[in-house]
């Protein structure tokens, strides 16, 4: 029980990565907040299995472009469980397209989400932990944002942003005990990403990792486990890359 008694908030937890690493948390202990953004069916399965495994949980839709939803959202977290020790940024997109057919609304779309989003989430908490004296911050940025990949140039440069914001909310959260780092998923096997990795671009992808496999979600969760959790107290304002040693091969 790594996370025994702490209160987790995930963004984007009702499918993929995120709902992977609610369950994980919920299976070490911790309490949870499910935030979805328009799935409330799967967001009400996630509810059970979390009760199932015998946690709390609690179930908030918001967006996270929205000040107003995030207020409400750790203001309701914070009304029912006292305390937010976690927060995992999880919540993002991506559409793929050359640089050139990149339209405004795309760009402002992955920016608001993926960037945008973790910012506000970042800002709105940052008192509450700060009151706390403690927290954990984990963004879910990617590989591609170390990468800058050809097709996804607003994804890429979103990432690279999100993994700087990191470093940065490290160093306004050390003084406080509040730990912030990011996690880069290299491709993941999850049911949005099973069709591109049959394709011939996706398995010039894998051809491109050390490992020549898509990681799994329990990869991405377990190592999210590591940096919630006070088996270890010291990194803080790191980008781990869970990729398989994606482009170095
Ligand atoms: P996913 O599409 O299954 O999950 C994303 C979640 O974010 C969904 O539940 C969606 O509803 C939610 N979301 C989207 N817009 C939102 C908004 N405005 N407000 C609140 N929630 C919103 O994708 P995933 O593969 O599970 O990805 C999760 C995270 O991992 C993303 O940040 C993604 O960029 C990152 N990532 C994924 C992979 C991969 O291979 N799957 C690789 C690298 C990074």
Redesign the pocket.
């Known amino acids: 029980m790594r996370l025994k008694d702490k209160v987790a908030v995930i ?10 690493i609610a369950e994980t948390f919920a299976r070490e202990g911790c309490d949870m907040v499910i ?5 409330a069916t ?1 967001a009400a399965q996630i509810e059970k299995k979390i009760r199932d495994i015998g946690r709390s949980v609690l179930v908030i839709q ?5 000040r107003k ?1 995030i207020q409400r959202l750790f203001f309701e977290a914070i009304t029912h469980f006292g305390r937010i020790d976690i927060l995992v ?6 559409k793929r397209g050359f640089f050139t057919e990149i339209t405004d609304e795309d760009w402002d779309m992955i920016m ?3 960037l945008k ?1 973790p910012f506000i989430c970042c800002q709105e908490i940052f008192s509450y932990m700060k009151e706390q004296g403690s927290g954990r911050i984990i963004n ?5 944002g170390q990468y800058h990949g050809p097709k996804t140039v607003h ?1 890429a440069v979103s ?1 690279a942003g999100l993994n700087s914001l990191t470093k940065v909310i490290a160093r306004y959260g050390a003084p406080h005990n509040i730990l912030v780092n990011a996690v ?10 099973r069709d591109e990795l049959s394709s011939v671009a996706g398995r010039n992808v894998i051809d491109m990792t050390l490992l020549k496999r ?2 799994n ?1 329990e990869d ?1 969760a377990n190592t999210c486990i590591l940096l919630a959790s006070e088996e270890q107290n010291y990194i803080t304002g790191q980008v781990i890359s869970v990729s398989g040693g994606a482009y170095l091969g």
Request: no cysteine; net charge negative; aromatic share 6%.
């Open positions: 963004t984007g937890s009702s499918r993929g990565i995120g709902r992977e935030n979805y953004y328009s799935d799967s918001a967006d996270v472009t929205k939803d940024n999880n919540a993002g997109i991506n608001n989400v993926n989003g879910i940025s990617s590989v591609a994804y990432k880069a998923p290299g491709i993941i096997l999850t049911d949005q990403t898509p990681g979600l991405v």
